[in-house]
């Protein structure tokens, strides 16, 4: 798999192109376009796009919300980023929610606002990327909105989950001896957005260069086109393991310990040579002269699951290879920390993602 990059800046300066102006087709002939291909799935979706508003029925289950604001120049640069890539994203960053409630999803509402530079065939290029996200997760598309902005592109993604009272998971449930677990191995993402932002740079200097990144292949999918981990409620459910808090891992490792740590007023151990690092990962930190430890902790946007289970669920989960044990937790009084490789013990700090910090 190689990624061609730097194709959205070559897609408005192309002008044999064909561009059809949003203004050709107005709000609601837009809105049709772009969703006439859409079908739908769920039972729960009695009434889709058409109306005033979806008509969903939930019968027994209760119902979960979840949104996210997406803007270009904070959260996605389209130098890099296709835009089919970034509509099947936005999409799993709230679908990742959902799951890490241990729900399913089952509907999404779009909104974008878009500035004039944008011509239909962009529109659809981001709606296919929603499109197929959409069909692959069985969520339906149920509504939205769409309008102008003076600033770019904006995306803003609501997803609806049910899931029985009972088997909601929610951060606040962890207790002291509870094993720590993460799906998945982590940092990846990170590491893609270092490759992506180096080549950038390159390009700024040489506009003919298109670099081979096939080495870098796993990283820069995992930045580009992360998946949501709709398989873990089901496999726990199979294992017979339902996790006492979860959190999907978005903002880093070590916020997201601290996050539970905090609303479940307990404390942590990380232990750091059991975190999952997948040797692509391991290489390209020595070549960009980073600690692996360090990234995977701090890195985010990796939409893994990170859960607690009582000690009495090891022997259902220790073989399993989607899963790993990478510490326990604690009275609150210890606080949350990595225990290195040298067994010192370090306090972790949330310094991933921020989304209202300065130069993020």
Request: charged content about 20%; some cysteine.
């Amino acid at each position: 798999m190689i990624y061609r990059i730097f194709t959205f800046v070559s897609m408005l300066e192309d002008k044999n192109t064909s561009r059809t102006q949003l203004s050709d087709l107005g709000e609601f002939g837009l809105i049709d376009h772009l969703t006439k291909h859409f079908n739908v799935t769920q039972n729960s979706t009695k009434y889709a796009i058409g109306d005033d508003a979806a008509v969903l029925d939930l019968e027994e289950n209760k119902c979960l919300l979840t949104t996210d604001l997406l803007v270009e120049g904070v959260h996605f640069d389209l130098s890099y980023v296709p835009l089919k890539h970034l509509g099947y994203k936005a999409v799993m960053v709230n679908l990742s929610d959902v799951y890490a409630m241990n729900a399913t999803a089952t509907q999404i509402t779009v909104s974008i606002a878009v500035s004039n530079r944008f011509p239909l065939e962009a529109l659809e290029e981001l709606y296919a990327g929603i499109k197929t996200a959409a069909d692959i997760y069985k969520v339906d598309l149920v509504g939205g909105d769409t309008t102008s902005s003076t600033t770019g592109l904006l995306i803003s993604i609501t997803a609806v989950g049910q899931a029985k009272a009972e088997d909601i998971v929610y951060r606040n449930g962890a207790k002291e001896n509870d094993l720590l677990v993460v799906t998945g191995d982590l940092g990846a993402a990170y590491l893609g957005l270092q490759v992506l932002e180096r080549e950038k740079e390159v390009y700024k200097v040489n506009p003919n260069s298109q670099p081979d990144l096939e080495q870098y292949s796993y990283l820069i999918e995992r930045q580009l086109k992360p998946e949501a981990r709709k398989d873990i409620s089901s496999l726990l459910k199979a294992l017979d393991v339902k996790p006492t808090s979860m959190i999907d891992i978005s903002d880093g490792l070590s916020s997201e310990i601290m996050h539970l740590c905090d609303r479940s007023n307990v404390g942590a151990h990380l232990y750091e040579n059991k975190i999952p690092l997948d040797p692509t990962v391991i290489a390209t930190c020595e070549e960009f002269n980073l600690n692996s430890t360090t990234v995977a902790l701090n890195g985010g946007e990796d939409y893994e699951l990170l859960f607690t289970i009582p000690q009495d669920d090891y022997p259902k989960i220790k073989a399993n290879p989607n899963l790993t044990i990478i510490g326990h937790i604690t009275d609150k009084g210890q606080g949350a920390a990595l225990i290195t490789r040298a067994n010192e013990k370090i306090a972790l700090q949330a310094q991933g993602w921020n989304p209202i910090k300065e130069n993020n």
